[in-house]
């Protein structure tokens, strides 16, 4: 699984990649977690409103910091397909 975390690393943004390398590991989920904090490249990703959460090259969500359990149920749907 491909997951990047983008935002130019404010805290939220730091708060979003802890969060969602602590669900990965938790999960047992094979990923590869990366950041993004080009401000082209974000907006390039369709992330308008940082912090931004892409899965496999899908915005799953922008502009806020989810619960670890949400961040779960997004990789595990698309663990799923």
């Known amino acids: 699984m491909e997951i990047k975390i983008a935002g130019p690393g404010c805290a939220k943004c ?10 990965v590991r938790e999960a047992g989920i094979e990923a590869r977690v990366t950041k993004v904090t080009d401000l082209t ?5 369709g992330i308008m409103s940082t912090p931004g959460l892409i899965v496999n090259g ?3 969500l922008s502009g ?3 619960s ?11 663990a799923d397909k």
């Open 14 to 23: 730091k708060n979003l990649e802890d969060t969602v390398n602590e669900a």
């Open 41 to 45: 490249e974000i907006v390039k990703l």
């Open 58 to 60: 899908k915005v799953k």
């Open 64 to 66: 806020k910091v989810p």
């Open 68 to 78: 670890k359990a949400e961040i779960t149920q997004i990789l595990a749907s698309e």
